[in-house]
């Protein structure tokens, strides 16, 4: 066996994050967002990171308004459904932060690159855009072949990438399913791997169906269990997203007072994620976000 | 037969924006009105779109509840293919999907697509969201259609940041930069549609909604607005459009207004 990398939320980002790191998250667009890691960085009050991701939901704008960012190279910060995000939008404007601004593909191939371990991807997209022109980190040149002029993405390094996954062993290896954005590329690309998972199960479990192993498990760092990790985001076999607390951030973000009375109450205001969900999501709202319609695979047969 | 039924300006622009989808078309499917005017023309007459969604989804079918995110877990069950954004993009980058549906905060008119920063008159700056897709969308698809609210300040001479090219500076520009294909097709807006001049490639109003007068759309544009010989009037969204999009967007969250 293995020695086990399961550690505490909290201890795993006293370790993994220090201030100044470049943390890839968000990594699923919409889906299986690690909320509960952002939340206990904040409440540990980590500084000037660089935040990395493709379409952010509201997690960038959470840790950009506490404090806990210097920089965003992203595609996109916001809230999904109700548009633009207020702490990125007060934060951008009043240069509080630097941006770099990326496509989801842009992003996608930065993250690419490093986990192929070259310094840049060549691609066709972006050309004639101001993304191109602004971003220090994507130029254009010659293919060496045809002549024919291209983009060119440099590669980003994380220092850590943080994923929220279903199941996990102790040692990191994990099953995922559902849409994974950015998630490989950025896992492969980091020099660190953190997992929160929704349930901690064998080793035996996790190698009987290899095709849904997320990256080799010595690509891993740390394991955290964390369910209800994602929340308000949607875990796909686990539960639904949470719409009404989308629509309740835009109005408890509006003005930097209401957001720090949201911080004071649903971050710093409880210890962890078990008590976030039973103190300010409570029992009913779970139920109802729980997965109704489910849906089974048919296993397949990887014997000899 | 016609027969009048109550709508709103967004039905309108959803029912205006599944009528650009052909059958057999691969559609790369964004939030919103384009998400809803794709599932429109699914259930009617392009039966065989397949959607793509940058999550790296691929359906072949509607989802089986409505979905305000295309992350919604109903529409992961039972789609035709779930990978990676990077997927996705690469199947835009072959060249493989035939249309595209974007919005912006402003747009100009070549139909350069702005959702990154404006500066007003005073030069303050407002910061947006970014790309997301969007930019990739607008390089890379077989063409784009955009659908926004035909506003004056929105309707710009020069877009403040291009997120996503459209005709750049009109004429041979996006061959002139290296863009494979595409360009915008299409704009649908709360007054009208509008196209592209072939050769100058800049936009031409072609239909006007029911009960907007052309003033009205002269009068929100910031441009001296080029207007079709043949200009038309959108036809209103039949019953049947209505009663599907009353079941894709129930509590009217996004055509309601």
């Known amino acids: 066996m293995p020695p086990s990398k399961l550690l505490s939320l909290s201890e795993a980002v006293q370790r993994f994050v220090p201030d100044g790191s470049a943390v890839a998250l968000g990594l699923s667009l919409e889906t299986a967002i690690p909320f509960a890691f952002g ?44 548009g633009i995000g207020y702490n990125y939008q007060r934060a951008a404007e009043s240069r509080s932060i630097t941006v770099e601004h990326h496509s989801n593909f842009t992003i996608s191939l930065a993250l690419k690159a490093a986990a192929m371990g070259v310094t840049f991807l060549p691609s066709l ?38 994923v929220q996954v279903q199941r996990s062993d102790t040692s990191g290896n994990a099953h995922v399913w559902g849409c994974l954005g950015i998630t490989r590329e950025a896992c492969m690309a980091a020099e660190k791997v953190l997992l929160l998972a929704e349930e901690i199960v064998s080793s035996d479990m996790i190698f ?62 409880v210890p962890d994620r078990d008590v976030y969900m039973r103190r300010c999501i409570g029992e009913e709202r779970m139920q109802a976000l729980a997965i109704r319609n489910h849906s089974i695979a048919e296993g397949v047969d990887y014997g000899y | 037969m016609a027969i009048d039924v109550p709508y709103t300006r967004s039905q309108l622009m959803v029912a205006a924006a599944a009528r650009e989808i ?18 429109l023309a699914k259930s009617l007459h392009a039966p065989n779109a397949v959607g793509v969604y940058e999550l790296g989804i691929v359906r ?8 305000l995110t295309m992350g919604d877990l109903p529409n992961l069950y039972r789609s035709a293919w779930l990978a990676d954004t990077f997927d996705a993009m ?38 947006l969201p970014g790309s997301g897709g969007a930019c990739d969308l607008a390089c890379l698809a077989q063409r784009h259609i955009i659908v ?32 494979p294909r595409g360009g915008p097709s299409t704009v649908i807006t709360t007054l009208g549609v509008l196209r592209f001049d072939p050769e100058t490639r800049e936009m031409l109003l072609t239909s006007i909604h029911p009960g907007v007068r052309l003033e009205d759309v002269l009068a929100q544009t910031g441009w001296d607005l080029s207007v079709s010989p043949e200009l038309s009037e959108t036809p209103a969204p039949s019953a049947e459009e209505i009663a599907l999009l009353k079941r894709f967007d129930p509590k009217g969250y996004w055509t309601g207004k």
């Open chain 1, 39 to 82: 939340h206990e960085v904040i409440r540990q009050n980590k500084r000037n990171l660089t935040l990395i991701g493709p379409i952010s939901d509201i997690l960038f704008d959470q840790l950009i308004g506490a404090g806990c960012a210097e920089k965003v190279r992203a595609a996109w910060v916001g809230n999904v459904i109700t």
């Open chain 1, 125 to 162: 997209t972006a050309l004639g855009s101001d993304i191109l022109n602004e971003n220090p980190s994507i130029t254009t040149m010659s293919c060496p072949f045809t002549g024919k002029r291209l983009s060119a993405v440099a590669a980003i390094r994380p220092d850590v990438a943080v």
């Open chain 1, 208 to 269: 009987r169906d290899p095709n849904r192993v997320l990256v080799p498990g010595f690509r891993v760092s740390a394991v955290a269990h964390v369910p209800w990790g994602a929340h308000p985001s949607p875990m796909p076999g686990y539960y639904n997203r949470d719409h009404e607390e989308f629509l309740r951030y835009k109005n408890r973000s509006k003005r930097p007072e209401d957001f720090e009375a949201w911080l004071k109450s649903d971050v710093h205001g």
């Open chain 2, 22 to 39: 052909m059958d057999h078309e691969v559609i790369f499917v964004g939030m919103r009105l384009p998400l809803l005017g794709f599932l």
């Open chain 2, 60 to 67: 072949d079918s509607v989802a089986p509840e409505p979905i």
């Open chain 2, 90 to 127: 690469c199947l835009l980058q072959q060249g493989l999907v035939s249309a595209s549906f974007i919005g912006g905060a402003q747009v100009d008119r070549f139909g350069n697509l702005n959702t990154t920063r404006t500066f007003d008159a005073e030069g303050r700056m407002a910061s």
């Open chain 2, 148 to 179: 926004m609210s035909h506003e004056r300040r929105r309707f710009v001479e020069r877009v403040d940041y291009i997120t996503s090219p459209g005709w750049g500076e009109g004429g041979t520009w996006r061959n002139d930069v290296g863009l």
